[in-house]
């Protein structure tokens, strides 16, 4: 559940210098230091990278100081510095497919779109993912425009001829974007569903959904708690109900983002949830984490704890229970999803949540660009998944023992 980049099944294995930056942000964003490093083949398995690429990118960072080699015991984090480590693009821009790989931004033009029903996509919480992404790029010689937020259930949308890229923040599924042969795309994400129709070839940043739920549920079992509350989402609910919005959908599928993190969640609480603390929602919303408290204060017992798959269901959740006379941290202990700034200033305190590195994200989007299409349209896809981070928080309150 670490860092990880997949490519198709006849993609050559990654250059060492491309593998060692995929380390480099690891030791920046997920393994705390004096951690242990998972076995060279383990790695080389979790990352999709060939084993020789990997033990000569551990070694090269052994020998920079930022891991150390201890003889029959393993590689441990020796140095976790974020200021101290070389910036996303810094690194060798070569891919291995020739001298004009090393390709920079330089009079390129990128265009980047939020797609969904509401500007909310790219100017609410993806807004620090573009603005260190439009920085990166615009370092690097690139113009870059960033076009208002394109309506999911558009026919189509085809960029101007004169864009060399066009990179789309948080795609609907299947949202008809139609590039031109000759421009390139990227799709940064925080969730995983960023299939775009039309059959183009984009590489993606993403995030790790099953790591994400994994540190929720280990936070919670560290804390002292065993049973736990899961309020996730469908958005293809709202059709199946009508619109309804009292509608509530115990043991629904989830979409995809929900699942992961419900499946990672399991993992770092140590068991399944049962189905009758599972409930579902048609939206990631503050109203629908409120409807939701009913339910679960009809449970007999009642979990001790909830993991919401948002940080909007999460804070709905607690306005809900303050209005039924609960309060997180002292009758219920919860946790969310995202790392929004309005999660972290709530009247009650910040919320205990799992922060999505969306920075970071934009970083790696320009670090992606750099060694991209431009040169070579047939290369195979890259999938960029960083890894998350929990954030304490007084909605989070460790048993005593």
């Known amino acids: 559940m670490s860092q990880s980049v997949s490519t198709s099944s006849a993609a050559p294995p990654l250059a060492y210098q491309n593998v ?21 083949h383990q790695l080389a398995h979790e990352l999709g990278t060939g084993k020789t690429n990997t033990h000569r990118a551990v070694k090269e960072l052994a020998d920079e100081g930022m891991l150390i080699s201890k003889p029959g015991m393993g590689t441990y984090v ?6 101290s480590l070389p910036r996303p ?27 969904g029903s509401s500007v909310g996509h790219i100017e609410g919480f993806g ?21 208002p937020c394109i309506a999911d259930d558009a026919d189509s949308y085809m960029p101007d001829d004169d864009v060399d890229a066009v990179v789309v923040f ?19 994400s925080t969730g995983l569903q960023f299939y775009i129709a039309g ?65 990672g969640f399991e993992l770092g609480l140590g068991h399944a949830v049962p189905e009758a603390h599972q409930v579902t929602v048609e939206m990631y919303a503050d109203t629908c984490g409120a409807r939701i408290v009913s339910n679960y ?7 001790e704890a909830v993991f919401a798959a948002s940080d909007e269901l999460a804070i709905g959740f607690i306005s809900g229970g303050l209005a039924m006379g609960i309060e ?37 989007g320009a670090n992606l660009l750099l060694a991209s299409r431009f040169t070579d349209r047939m290369q195979p896809e890259r999938r960029l998944l960083l890894s998350c981070e929990f954030w304490e928080g007084k909605t989070l309150v460790s048993r005593e023992r």
């Not at 705390?32 to 060279?40: E, F, G, I, N, W």
């Not at 509608?247 to 699942?259: G, I, T």
């Not at 919860?334 to 590195?357: C, N, S, W």
Request: hydrophobic share 35%; aromatic share 6%.
């Open 20 to 40: 060692k930056q995929i380390l480099i942000d690891r030791l920046r964003t997920g393994w705390p230091k004096d951690a242990r490093l998972p076995a060279v």
């Open 78 to 83: 020796v140095r976790k510095d974020g200021e």
């Open 89 to 115: 693009h810094s690194h060798p821009k070569s891919t291995g497919t020739g001298a004009d790989a090393a390709c920079e931004l330089k009079d390129k033009h990128i265009e980047v779109l939020g797609v």
């Open 127 to 147: 807004v620090a993912a573009c603005d260190a992404f439009t920085e990166a790029a615009e370092a690097l010689g690139a113009r870059v425009t960033r076009k």
């Open 170 to 188: 948080n795609p609907h599924p299947d949202f008809p974007l139609i590039p031109s042969p000759n421009q390139v795309m990227l799709v940064i």
């Open 199 to 263: 059959g183009a070839r984009y590489d993606v940043v993403s995030v790790d959904q099953d790591q994400g739920g994994y540190i929720a549920g280990r936070a919670i079992k560290d804390a002292g708690y065993h049973d736990a509350f899961f309020l996730g989402c469908n958005p293809d609910l709202r059709e199946s109900s009508g619109g309804r919005p009292d509608q509530l959908y115990p043991s629904a599928k989830y979409d995809l983002n929900s699942m992961r993190r419900l499946r």
């Open 297 to 303: 204060m009809a449970l007999n017992p009642r979990p």
């Open 328 to 364: 997180p941290g002292r009758d219920y202990q919860i946790v969310g999803f995202d790392g929004q700034d309005r999660a972290r200033k709530m009247p009650e305190g910040p919320l205990a949540t799992v922060r999505v590195p969306v920075e970071q994200m934009g970083l790696q």
